[in-house]
């Protein structure tokens, strides 16, 4: 399977600031996505990074609250903009092989 | 949308025991079923997966049954090992899109 990087690997972030993730793959991958785990929980996922168009997000989860970059089939990063406690959590950034799908290793995010 | 529902949320065994853990899901276009196991700070990893079109697989010790016509899959982990130990999550895929919808997990535990 695909090598994913996920970078930073944690963070802790004062509330009002925002944070880029940053997720590449060592193969171009048609299907990338974006889930969050908060504490305790299970994957909800956020998004579908679309290469070269907008992303799709699931209800719940708005452009301006994480936007999503794909400039290309190996690269995609999530913002998460002008975050509150309750944006703690792990973000996981996902690709796509297949039917089966495959995970970063995550990046835990803690807001002050 | 899919819903999946996930049972046990925990769940302790013997080393040497078998474990189950069950699920159900909703959708009945769904047709494509992993488990993933997730060790304490780990990223998720996929262990074994079904499709609609076979009833049973199996890897080792530990196999994936799936009753279409109910709905419901089911993981079984046969002699159990303490590095059995970790979140297995269920969840379930289908139609025209390849987005995971997960179960809650279920945490379990090998004693030794």
């Known amino acids: 399977s695909a090598v994913i990087s996920q970078k930073p690997s944690r963070d802790i972030c004062q509330r009002g600031t925002s944070l880029t993730i940053q997720c590449q793959v060592d193969?171009?991958?048609?299907?990338m996505f974006w889930y969050r785990q908060q504490p305790g929980q299970s994957l909800t996922l956020i998004a579908t990074a679309n290469q070269g168009s907008e992303a799709t997000y699931e209800s719940g989860f708005v452009i301006d609250k994480f936007p999503i970059s794909r400039p290309n089939l190996t690269f995609s990063t999530l913002t998460v903009s002008n975050m509150s406690p309750e944006d703690s959590s792990i973000y996981l950034c996902s690709v796509g092989e297949g039917e089966k799908l495959f995970f970063g290793s995550g990046t835990q995010l803690s807001v002050l | 949308g899919e819903n999946v529902e996930q049972h046990p949320s925990t769940l302790s065994v013997q080393e040497g025991d078998s474990a189950v853990i069950k699920c159900t899901y909703s959708d009945s276009a769904s047709n494509y079923f992993p488990w993933y196991k997730q060790e304490l700070g780990k990223r998720p990893q996929l262990i074994i997966d079904?499709?609609?079109?076979?009833g049973e697989k199996k890897d080792q010790r530990i196999a994936v049954t799936l009753n279409k016509t109910a709905k419901h899959f089911s993981l079984h982990i046969t002699e159990t090992q303490p590095e059995d130990s970790a979140v297995y999550f269920c969840a379930a895929s289908g139609g025209s899109n390849y987005k995971l919808t997960f179960g809650k997990g279920t945490l379990l535990t090998v004693n030794p």
């Open positions: 079904i499709r609609s079109n076979v």
């Open positions: 193969s171009q991958v048609t299907m």
